[in-house]
């Protein structure tokens, strides 16, 4: 209906005596409303997000976290986590009881993972989820496009949805695209609550639901991640603080030292 009621006003204005200066007109107020009526795009989305966030998000991270274990969609059972982050390259959990000692750090680009205190493993591992819920607003822009296309982001691709009843940006796919890596963002806060990639040959997939604000941004409250359309983790998180003081020794891979409450 929009279409036709341009058309028309095109037509009028093109019957009137001015009709050079009309045209010119008309061919404006098309161009400006086609503009209005086009969805951002992922790019654009990004930038609107870096805008809001950067510079206001909270530093400094911490929580407990109900972390449920689902083996074939049923529950096999639950754990307690601790989580500590400095944004936006160091993430810290420690598993049950911290004086276990048994914990993984992930810092830049590899995680490191500790058994009573020893370091067991460390492989390469740029954590995209710590980028996506937060640590691209420590970034210079040019930056988090940069990353964004790393992590396999298609940035010319993007559209506008619904997820459980709220407006949505998706960034790097198409209508109805469910086949490549994609980040969906709800419209008011900007705040992600959809992510689909594909890594190792399988389908990984998260919601990010109860967003609750902390500081100068926003947090999920309770995590669903599924690998190939099955679940085998819910996380509820408790006992937020955000921009609190943490020992950075905490985050160093090379000399281990156990958590304190």
């Given at each position: ?124 591992d740029e954590d995209d989820l710590l980028f996506l819920l937060g640590g ?126």
């Amino acid at each position: 209906m929009q279409h036709v009621s341009l058309v028309i006003l095109f037509l009028f204005l093109l019957s009137s005596t001015c009709m050079v200066k009309n045209v010119f007109v008309a061919l404006l107020i098309i161009i400006s409303a086609t503009a209005m009526m086009m969805p951002p795009g992922s790019k654009e989305v990004l930038k609107n997000m870096h805008d809001r966030y950067a510079g206001k998000w909270y530093k400094t991270f911490s929580f407990n976290q109900t972390t449920e274990i689902y083996r074939n969609d049923s529950l096999n059972h639950a754990e307690t986590w601790y989580e500590n982050i400095s944004f936006p390259n160091d993430f810290r959990i420690d598993f049950g009881n911290p004086d276990s000692g048994n914990a993984v750090i992930f810092k830049n680009d590899s995680s490191y993972l500790f058994r009573g205190g020893k370091k067991v493993r460390v492989s390469p591992d740029e954590d995209d989820l710590l980028f996506l819920l937060g640590g691209m607003y420590f970034y210079p822009f040019d930056e988090v496009i940069t990353k964004m296309k790393s992590f396999g982001y298609d940035l010319d691709k993007g559209h506008e949805d619904t997820w459980k009843g709220k407006k949505v940006y998706v960034i790097g796919a198409g209508k109805g695209e469910y086949s490549v890596n994609q980040l969906w963002v709800e419209k008011e806060n900007y705040s992600p609550v959809r992510m689909i990639k594909y890594e190792n040959n399988s389908k990984q997939e998260a919601y990010f639901e109860n967003h609750t604000k902390l500081g100068g941004g926003f947090t999920e409250t309770l995590v669903h991640f599924f690998i190939n359309d099955k679940l085998i983790q819910v996380e509820k998180y408790h006992d937020l603080k955000g921009d609190v003081e943490i020992d950075p020794a905490i985050f160093d891979p090379g000399n281990f030292v156990k958590l304190k409450l």
